[in-house]
C-alpha cells in the first residue's frame, strides 16, 4: 500500500517500495522446483 499528493508521488512511491522488498526478498528466496521468473513493468 502506497499513497501521495499526485500520481507521480504515488508512482515513485510504489516503484521505492517495490524495489524494497524485491531487494529483502531476493535475500531471502527460495524458488520452487517449478517455478518461472518473469519481469515486470508497471507503467
Do not use: R
Request: no cysteine.
Amino acid at each position: 500500500i502506497t499513497e501521495g499528493d499526485t500520481m507521480e508521488e504515488v508512482l515513485a512511491n510504489l516503484q521505492d517500495a517495490i524495489e524494497g522488498w524485491l531487494e529483502v526478498a531476493s535475500n531471502s528466496y527460495i524458488p520452487e522446483p517449478n517455478s518461472k521468473i518473469v519481469e515486470v513493468t508497471v507503467l
